[in-house]
């Protein structure tokens, strides 16, 4: 069943890459310098074979986090959730103010954005363990409506939050990968 999975979603990533070969640069398809460090910071190793009950448990964390589900597949593993919040900061505001005054143009300032949360279980090689890899993205609009910033977030206390909550919902210690 896993290996099935990851046959499936390493297919479909392969035909998205040669559907669009013409549009992606070579450079986005190359790994990161901290790629390792930021896979080990997502992913972490639970002691169960029973991966919907951990996936269950991992929705139901997201859930009290705040994040609202869009996706789920229990079958591939797969939970999508997202949250809103205010993006307005103190200084982007104070200077769109200033420049609006002194050249008298109306800059656009982020106002909205919505943090994602990407959720994958899969069985551990070893077939006793389940991993859980989580990614938190940033999705920033402006004052303009328009999408001005897409991150990654890689603040190690957010990801350390979530495996020990859901540590604590599964009663089980979750080791680094």
Not at 93 to 99: D, H, K, S, T
Not at 123 to 133: I, L
Request: proline content about 2%; aromatic content about 6%.
């Amino acid at each position: 069943m896993g290996m099935g999975r990851r046959h499936l979603l390493m297919g479909a990533g392969a035909a998205t890459l040669v559907a669009c070969n013409d549009t992606i640069p070579k450079e986005a398809l190359q790994l990161s310098a901290t790629a390792l460090q930021d896979r080990q910071m997502q992913t972490r190793r639970f002691g169960t074979r029973e991966e919907a009950k951990l996936l269950q448990a991992s929705a139901q964390v997201l859930q009290d986090l705040g994040f609202n589900l869009e996706e789920s597949a229990t079958s591939l593993g797969v939970v999508v959730g997202s949250k809103d919040r205010d993006a307005r900061e103190t200084g982007q505001i104070v200077g769109a103010v200033f420049l609006a005054l002194l050249l008298g143009v109306a800059m656009p300032v982020d106002t909205r954005q919505k943090i994602r949360a990407s959720l994958v279980t899969l069985p551990v090689e070893n077939g006793a363990d389940t991993a859980v890899r989580v990614t938190f993205q940033r999705l920033v609009w402006n004052s303009r409506n328009e999408l001005s910033k897409i991150e990654g977030i890689k603040d190690a206390k957010i990801y350390q939050e979530f495996f020990d909550k859901l540590s604590q919902s599964v009663f089980l210690n979750a080791q680094e990968i």
